[in-house]
């Protein structure tokens, strides 16, 4: 557990339902995935709206 990153990049809305626009691509997006993953950045949270699942929860 000591080479987690400290901080885990918010993934989830990559792929989503429309709510935060549909216009992403693996193309767009690419570079940010790239960029991060360079810089030690490989912690990502792909979880789809854990609000309404209850995967938050504590």
Do not use: Q, R
């Amino acid at each position: 557990m000591a080479n987690l990153p400290k901080i885990a990049l918010g993934a989830w809305a990559w792929g989503n339902d429309g709510t935060f626009g549909n216009n992403y691509t693996a193309d767009s997006l690419k570079h940010i995935f790239d960029t991060a993953m360079v810089n030690g950045l490989n912690l990502w949270d792909a979880e789809n709206a854990p609000c309404l699942l209850k995967g938050a929860a504590i």
